[in-house]
């Protein structure tokens, strides 16, 4: 299918051509043609699938078509769960909607809210927000939702993650009960699932690539390693085997912090995000990753959901995530729309068994590379604290293998085969 074959009026499909689509996703071809009917939508779908085109796009058409002219109320609220996200939101429809006379605009915490309020005085047709500031707005008479039109609810999954389903259930109370609602989750939980139900009308539903897949376009790989040189092996591989940039996960923000000093200090241009950032320091540190000014950008999770930028090539997780569903999102910031992408997880004692019931939601085993001078065949399954230390069980760290003394960077032996030492529970080894 092509993107002609949709019926979209001429100002969005010169922006799409613009942006260089030609033709629809799967959830696009589904979505455009139903949702410009006026149909509820439930889409099963994560980021990196054109789920944000598939609900823009139609809006844009619907309210485009009608006349706004004198009408400064809100028409469609999209609800999504972090600033990165919004503001990405907000930039498709700038994107898909340049040739429009639509306003739009992004409201999000952590930052004064002066603009954002003078900006909603002027009118605004189309409202992306985080449901913190949304909420915030209303309580001080500044937004009405009593006029909206199309309600998006995007990251569903990710809201009850974040803590977030009190204040959207909220937001859904202060809608109007005639409106198209747009429901959008990567993995339907009861609690989702419920909660759609609650909400939508006889809904459109689509479900692309579930979850549990992986890209085919991802090359994916596990480095084993000793927790004491994942620095010293991030440092070799973006010196000798990458030459572009690369995202990073770590699982704190205080990890973030000191994987970016240690490669600032090895001449690498690093620079982290996280939640302790301030809104501009991490706008920044994007704006400079996807211009090619920092080389490495290092992010905890909830700093890098949704973050889309084009062209990445490269994803390394620093640990493993303990909810295997992150590690597809985390891979899924790479080979993006089709493009080839390649992911690195870093593995030690404490990732065994995340590495494990990984594998286990994708339904392959990742590759094992040993062509590296920090690649340890005695790695011994360890439960993490909170702290993302050895939990301290029975009294200590469990026992090393036999060959206690790790190895001292040295190149692999090309015969050197994985061999864990056999924990006391049989469920944190890995089958060959
Ligand atoms: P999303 O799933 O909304 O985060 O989109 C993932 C990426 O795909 C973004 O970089 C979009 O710009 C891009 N994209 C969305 N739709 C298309 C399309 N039909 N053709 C090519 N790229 C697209």
């Given at each position: 299918m092509n993107f002609t074959d949709l019926n979209l009026i001429d100002p969005i499909a010169k922006a799409i051509q613009e942006q260089g689509y030609t033709n629809p996703t799967p959830i696009q071809e589904r979505s455009i043609p139903e949702i410009l009917n006026g149909r509820d939508f439930l889409g099963c779908a994560q980021t990196g699938t054109g789920k944000t085109a598939a609900f823009s796009i139609p809006i844009l058409q619907n309210l485009a078509k009608?006349?706004?002219?004198?009408n400064k109320n809100i028409k469609a609220l999209i609800l999504t769960p972090t600033r990165e996200l919004a503001i990405q939101i907000e930039e498709n429809i700038k994107a898909y909607g340049k040739y429009l006379p639509l306003k739009h605009l992004v409201i999000f915490g952590g930052v004064k809210q002066g603009n954002q309020e003078a900006a909603l005085r002027k009118g605004v047709d189309i409202l992306v927000a985080t449901p913190g500031r949304l909420l915030d707005f209303i309580a001080q008479g500044?937004?009405?939702?009593?006029?909206?039109e199309i309600f998006v609810l995007d990251e569903a999954d990710r809201m009850l993650d974040m803590g977030f389903v009190h204040d959207v259930k909220r937001v859904i109370k202060l809608l109007p009960p005639k409106k198209q609602t747009l429901f959008f989750s990567a993995t339907m939980p009861a609690e989702i699932q419920k909660l759609a139900d609650s909400i939508l009308n006889n809904p459109v539903k689509v479900e692309v690539t579930p979850v549990s897949s992986t890209a085919e376009t991802i090359k994916q790989s596990v480095y084993f390693v000793e927790k004491e040189d994942k620095l010293d092996l991030l440092t070799h591989i973006l010196k000798n085997d990458i030459s572009d940039s690369v995202l990073v996960f770590a699982r704190t923000k205080h990890g973030a912090d000191k994987i970016a000093r240690k490669l600032q200090k090895d001449n690498i241009t690093t620079e982290a995000i996280h939640g302790n950032k301030s809104q501009n320091a991490r706008q920044n540190a994007l704006t400079n990753f996807k211009s090619g000014k920092t080389r490495v950008l290092v992010a905890t999770d909830i700093a890098a959901r949704g973050i889309d930028i084009d062209e990445l090539k490269y994803v390394v997780n620093f640990e493993l995530s303990d909810v295997s569903e992150t590690y597809v999102h985390r891979i899924g910031r790479?080979?993006?729309?089709?493009a080839e992408g390649t992911s690195i997880s870093f593995v030690d004692g404490l990732d065994l068994l995340n590495l494990k019931n990984t594998e286990k939601l994708i339904g392959m085993k990742i590759p094992i590379v040993k062509?590296?001078?920090?690649?340890?065949?005695n790695l011994v399954a360890q439960k993490r604290d909170s702290n993302n230390k050895p939990a301290a069980a029975g009294g200590g760290r469990p026992q090393s293998s036999g060959n206690s003394s790790r190895p001292k960077?040295?190149?692999?032996?090309?015969?050197?085969s994985v061999g864990f030492?056999?924990?006391?529970?049989?469920?944190?080894t890995r089958k060959k």
């Amino acid at each position: 299918m092509n993107f002609t074959d949709l019926n979209l009026i001429d100002p969005i499909a010169k922006a799409i051509q613009e942006q260089g689509y030609t033709n629809p996703t799967p959830i696009q071809e589904r979505s455009i043609p139903e949702i410009l009917n006026g149909r509820d939508f439930l889409g099963c779908a994560q980021t990196g699938t054109g789920k944000t085109a598939a609900f823009s796009i139609p809006i844009l058409q619907n309210l485009a078509k009608k006349d706004l002219r004198n009408n400064k109320n809100i028409k469609a609220l999209i609800l999504t769960p972090t600033r990165e996200l919004a503001i990405q939101i907000e930039e498709n429809i700038k994107a898909y909607g340049k040739y429009l006379p639509l306003k739009h605009l992004v409201i999000f915490g952590g930052v004064k809210q002066g603009n954002q309020e003078a900006a909603l005085r002027k009118g605004v047709d189309i409202l992306v927000a985080t449901p913190g500031r949304l909420l915030d707005f209303i309580a001080q008479g500044i937004i009405s939702l009593k006029n909206i039109e199309i309600f998006v609810l995007d990251e569903a999954d990710r809201m009850l993650d974040m803590g977030f389903v009190h204040d959207v259930k909220r937001v859904i109370k202060l809608l109007p009960p005639k409106k198209q609602t747009l429901f959008f989750s990567a993995t339907m939980p009861a609690e989702i699932q419920k909660l759609a139900d609650s909400i939508l009308n006889n809904p459109v539903k689509v479900e692309v690539t579930p979850v549990s897949s992986t890209a085919e376009t991802i090359k994916q790989s596990v480095y084993f390693v000793e927790k004491e040189d994942k620095l010293d092996l991030l440092t070799h591989i973006l010196k000798n085997d990458i030459s572009d940039s690369v995202l990073v996960f770590a699982r704190t923000k205080h990890g973030a912090d000191k994987i970016a000093r240690k490669l600032q200090k090895d001449n690498i241009t690093t620079e982290a995000i996280h939640g302790n950032k301030s809104q501009n320091a991490r706008q920044n540190a994007l704006t400079n990753f996807k211009s090619g000014k920092t080389r490495v950008l290092v992010a905890t999770d909830i700093a890098a959901r949704g973050i889309d930028i084009d062209e990445l090539k490269y994803v390394v997780n620093f640990e493993l995530s303990d909810v295997s569903e992150t590690y597809v999102h985390r891979i899924g910031r790479t080979g993006r729309a089709g493009a080839e992408g390649t992911s690195i997880s870093f593995v030690d004692g404490l990732d065994l068994l995340n590495l494990k019931n990984t594998e286990k939601l994708i339904g392959m085993k990742i590759p094992i590379v040993k062509d590296h001078p920090f690649h340890t065949d005695n790695l011994v399954a360890q439960k993490r604290d909170s702290n993302n230390k050895p939990a301290a069980a029975g009294g200590g760290r469990p026992q090393s293998s036999g060959n206690s003394s790790r190895p001292k960077k040295k190149p692999a032996s090309p015969t050197a085969s994985v061999g864990f030492k056999k924990p006391k529970n049989k469920n944190f080894t890995r089958k060959k």
